[in-house]
């Protein structure tokens, strides 16, 4: 098979791979930390608040959705497993992201190059180079 066959499920792997560990990683890992005391350790968390101050009612399980879905959804994201769900998921957690930036004046540039990207994926399947790829052609032989 010609090197130029791969190029498109190269491209699709870079982006997932790319945007899926930079969410996780420079937003969503201190996110899931701070849920995870929030929820175990009953610490307090700011970012409920916050989430309350958007008018969502349990406000404290919304906001834990945000740091999985900016956590583990980004990381299967990026792996490509579960991938429709994985980017429905950072979508939704970006669109609210991009709301709450531009009601308080905040950049929401990066949120919204998230979730299009995870949108993106949300069409399309994740390429050649992805865990769900692997495990369909494991099931297809």
Same mark, same amino acid.
């Given at each position: %098979?010609?090197?130029?066959?791969? $190029?498109?499920?190269?491209?699709? *792997?870079?982006?997932?791979?790319?945007?899926? $560990?930079?969410?996780?990683?420079?937003? &969503?890992?201190?996110?899931?930390?701070?849920?995870?005391?929030? +929820?175990?350790?009953?610490?307090?968390? &700011?970012?409920?608040?916050?989430?309350?101050?958007? &008018?969502?009612?349990?406000?404290?399980?919304?906001? +834990?959705?945000? !740091? +999985?879905?900016? *956590?583990?959804?980004?990381?299967?994201?990026?792996? &490509?497993?579960?991938?429709?769900?994985?980017?429905?998921?950072?979508?939704?957690? %970006? !669109?609210?992201? +991009?709301?709450?930036?531009?009601?308080?004046?905040?950049?929401?540039?990066?949120?919204?190059?998230?979730?299009?990207?995870?949108?993106?994926?949300?069409?399309?399947?994740?390429?050649?180079?992805?865990?769900?790829?692997?495990?369909?052609?494991? @099931?297809? @032989?």
């Amino acid at each position: %098979m010609k090197l130029s066959n791969y $190029l498109p499920d190269a491209g699709l *792997f870079l982006l997932r791979a790319c945007a899926g $560990l930079m969410l996780a990683f420079k937003h &969503g890992d201190d996110k899931i930390a701070a849920a995870y005391g929030y +929820v175990f350790q009953g610490q307090e968390w &700011g970012f409920v608040g916050a989430v309350a101050g958007m &008018g969502f009612p349990l406000a404290g399980f919304f906001a +834990v959705c945000a !740091a +999985v879905a900016e *956590f583990f959804g980004a990381l299967f994201l990026a792996a &490509g497993l579960f991938t429709r769900y994985a980017a429905a998921a950072v979508t939704a957690t %970006m !669109a609210v992201a +991009v709301y709450r930036h531009m009601t308080t004046d905040m950049r929401f540039e990066l949120a919204a190059m998230y979730g299009l990207v995870a949108l993106a994926f949300v069409f399309t399947s994740p390429g050649r180079f992805s865990v769900d790829e692997l495990w369909r052609s494991r @099931s297809k @032989s």
